[in-house]
């Protein structure tokens, strides 16, 4: 069941009309058995490996709690986390370790034709951040249903927000206590929704028609110049789309249901470098890598060399969370190389730009200087997402060459453009929805709240504006019979 | 007080949203496919006489407006393009139960094609299909569980629609009266091989089923069933393989007249009346397999004089 599909439009209006009606004190027992469903409605078997997760880190987080000494905890939180990788081990990075083993002996490890689970990479890395806050001093949750609620809420359960025991689990304690969504988040949360359905099926899902058409492993290397930029653009705004509009939409239903989770997106693509980006794009999982791996490994605490080192270990790893394959790897690499040299140059060039700018006497904070970092810093990780996109490195790297060396103008006037699985009239819809999108952006980097703003207005404003929104999704939006519902990029991982 | 304000608020919002929706939904449907099931139900004679159930062979080949301003026979057009030997019984049920006429006429040329729906013309049979009972057994026996969504809210399916929109759509569903539909184009066929009627081969068993059960039905009902198939050539004519395939679909059409003899039912093979119709191939036909209007009218006066008016 995927936001975008018909039976999450039935389930979800009947779970928050139950949700509204049932006492306070089967709101955490109702939440959990409709994010079961929701799980389940993928493959009934791979709740077990849900379950699994649960009961490791919910027993291994009370074990830690009451462990007589430092010594004995830190083998309980290495069991629990070694337990829980394992399982993330086998099925999603077995077939991937066993392939890299048999290119030097061949044969030596039989392939796993186990599917991957969706979401695992997501409850695991939560369930394994909540096990080591526990290792750290914070209480357990001892009732069993809600932390699996914890774990498992169905808005978040396969791709995100990795939230922390902190925030949600502070909110599902309190959900027998407190009321239900009030009228302004719940208005909140449906603008919300409605904002990531219209980032997923209108521009997303419109713009991965182009991309699949340059990306095609049969034919890509036919595509040059500016088909593979357009392509490359446009998958930036595609999987930007597609994750946001999810995590709009997963923070929209929480919303509506009286549960703020956490922001995972902030106008990622206004960013005016790699650092910058990496503290606006997926920042929850940017937040679980430093707080769980980038600072217990030292951080920036033993020295500028050990400080480089330990940011390529978490953009390395951060490249293989992505996915199973060596260009999730490369594109992770190619992250750390560029925020490493990004450390290295601001040292230089700020002492450099400090001393000129006392001599020509310009201000601190240029406007225009801040436009051209976004725009150089919106193509260097467009290019890094090529190796993302791409079935392999080597494909990544025909399509940069030929991007490069294949532009010619006639390009831009002779149809070939139109050719590629969009017409004009497609391509005016995304340009035209892409200008909403960005307008949007635009408020929100200047520190408007574009959702809080909307449920303040008259009631029939509001109403007016989320008809308007409905009507122009079910017209312009991508969807139907012919089209995979279950195609969010980020399940996969 | 708060919860039944925001109660009412609420079913306004979505009642309003609904009247949208189904407005959308009619503007994005395809017209000009749909329009026979769609004005059906608008099709309210004081005394109904015949609906014609079939594939494109049988709204080709009658044209209802000229049976009754010729002979008087008040009737309807239900068939659809590509529709199947199910669907046709289904769509006999959707005209008893909305018209109960006297007669249920059939062309059953579309019993060779052992399939129950055809992917992508189910739309033009189920879009426009009135409410009622029919309906939903209909969607119930020939849709896929996953797939019935798209059959209830169609709207799911035009999401390239807005491209082709024009003033023709926003103006309703053309009215044709009593389902007529007539082609215009003209094109020169040749000969139609016709084989012996001692030549059978079994019909598809599916098929043949759902035969059984447009024939209950009828019997049950006590309508009256006319059961024929109007001439056409192969797909591409002269060329061997498609002479050999209408060879094949005329052994199963001859094994139709001895299904019917066999049930009691009336059946008239017109391959083997093709010299009586008088058609000319340089007028007729609309295509190798479709009569044109020409065609139409002289198939419609044959079948009025000859079979639908009982003497």
């Not at chain 1, 919910?58 to 990788?85: H, P, T």
């Not at chain 1, 190796?387 to 390009?411: C, H, Y």
């Not at chain 2, 659809?80 to 007669?103: C, F, G, H, N, R």
Request: glycine letters at 6%; hydrophobic letters at 45%.
């Amino acid at each position: 069941m995927t936001f975008n599909s018909l039976t999450f439009l039935v389930f979800f209006p009947i779970c928050l009309f139950l949700y509204m009606v049932v006492p306070a004190k089967m709101r955490v027992y109702l939440l959990l058995a409709a994010s079961i469903i929701f799980y389940m409605c993928w493959n009934p078997v791979y709740i077990l490996l849900l379950l699994f997760c649960i009961l490791v880190t919910y027993s291994f987080a009370i074990f830690i709690s009451r462990a007589a000494d430092k010594k004995q905890k830190r083998i309980l939180m290495a069991a629990g986390l070694i337990l829980n990788f394992s399982v993330l081990f086998v099925f999603k990075y077995f077939n991937f370790f066993g392939d890299t083993i048999n290119r030097f002996i061949p044969g030596l490890i039989p392939s796993s034709d186990l599917l991957l689970p969706v979401g695992i990479s997501f409850y695991t890395f939560q369930a394994v951040g909540y096990l080591i806050d526990v290792y750290r001093g914070d209480a357990p949750e001892k009732n069993i249903f809600r932390y699996s609620l914890f774990v498992s809420f169905f808005p978040q359960l396969v791709a995100g927000p990795i939230e922390r025991s902190s925030n949600l689990l502070k909110r599902i304690r309190e959900l027998d206590t407190k009321g239900t969504a009030d009228i302004f988040d719940f208005r909140k949360g449906a603008f919300i929704m409605l904002y990531g359905y219209f980032m997923k099926m209108v521009i997303a899902d419109r713009a991965a028609i182009l991309v699949n058409t340059v990306y095609d492993p049969e034919r890509y290397t036919e595509y040059a110049g500016f088909s593979v930029l357009l392509a490359a653009v446009l998958f930036s705004v595609q999987i930007y789309c597609d994750f946001a509009g999810y995590t709009y939409i997963a923070i929209g239903a929480a919303r509506m249901l009286g549960i703020t989770i956490c922001e995972n997106f902030n106008t990622p693509y206004l960013s005016t470098g790699i650092r910058d980006f990496w503290d606006r794009w997926h920042m929850s999982l940017t937040g679980w890598f430093r707080d769980y791996l980038y600072f217990p490994l030292g951080g920036s605490r033993k020295g500028l060399f050990r400080k480089y080192v330990n940011i390529m270990i978490v953009f390395i790893l951060s490249g293989l969370w992505h996915g199973a394959s060596w260009h999730f790897v490369f594109w992770g690499l190619l992250h750390g190389v560029l925020r490493v040299t990004e450390e290295v140059l601001t040292g230089i060039t700020g002492r450099i730009r400090e001393k000129t700018r006392r001599i020509v006497n310009a201000p601190a904070d240029d406007i225009s200087r801040n436009i051209f970092k976004c725009i150089v810093n919106f193509f260097v990780v467009t290019v890094c997402w090529m190796f993302f996109r791409a079935e392999s490195i080597d494909q990544a790297f025909v399509l940069i060459k030929n991007m490069f060396t294949g532009l010619r103008p006639w390009q831009l006037t002779d149809g070939s453009l139109l050719a590629l699985g969009l017409d004009a009239k497609e391509i005016n819809v995304l340009f035209f929805a892409g200008l909403i999108m960005f307008v949007i952006d635009m408020a929100k980097r200047l520190g408007r709240d574009v959702s809080s703003f909307f449920a303040k207005r008259s009631e029939l404003a509001q109403s007016f504006v989320i008809l308007l929104g409905i009507v122009f999704i079910v017209i312009f939006g991508v969807y139907g019979k012919e089209y995979d519902a279950a195609a969010f990029i980020y399940f996969q991982f | 007080m708060k919860k039944i304000s925001f109660l009412i608020k609420f079913i306004c919002f979505n009642l309003v949203l609904f009247v949208i929706l189904s407005g959308l939904d009619f503007v994005m449907r395809n017209k000009e496919l749909e329009g026979a099931q769609d004005n059906f139900a608008k099709w309210k004679p004081e005394h109904a006489d015949i609906v014609f159930v079939g594939s494109s062979h049988q709204f080709c080949s009658v044209d209802t407006e000229l049976l009754f301003y010729k002979y008087g026979i008040e009737s309807y057009m239900l068939s659809t393009s590509a529709q199947t030997v199910p669907m046709s019984y289904y769509a006999a049920k959707e005209a008893i139960e909305l018209a109960s006429p006297d007669a249920i006429c059939f062309e059953v040329s579309y019993v060779a094609n052992d399939i129950r729906t055809l992917e992508g013309m189910d739309h033009c049979f189920f879009d426009g299909f009135p409410n009622c009972r029919a309906r939903y057994e209909a969607l119930a026996d020939l849709i896929e569980p996953e797939d019935r969504i798209y059959f209830l809210l169609p709207l799911g399916l035009f999401h390239s629609r807005w491209k082709e929109l024009t003033e023709a759509d926003f103006e309703g569903f053309p009215v044709t009266e009593r389902g007529t539909y007539r082609k215009y184009d003209l094109y020169t066929n040749s000969d139609i091989p016709v084989l012996d009627e001692s030549e059978t081969a079994p019909i598809p068993e599916e098929m043949e089923r759902y035969l059984d059960m447009m024939v209950d039905l009828c019997e049950e009902e006590g309508v009256r069933l006319i059961l024929y198939t109007a001439p056409f050539n192969g797909l591409y004519p002269g060329d061997e393989g498609c002479t050999e395939d209408l060879y094949q679909r005329q052994r199963i059409f001859n094994q139709v007249g001895v299904y019917a003899a066999e049930r009691g039912v009336e059946y008239y093979n017109l391959f083997h009346a093709i010299d009586e119709l008088g058609i000319d191939n340089e007028a007729d036909w609309a295509d190798s397999q479709h009569f044109n209007v020409n065609g139409q009218f002289k198939m419609t006066d044959y079948l009025a004089e000859n079979i639908l008016i009982r003497r």
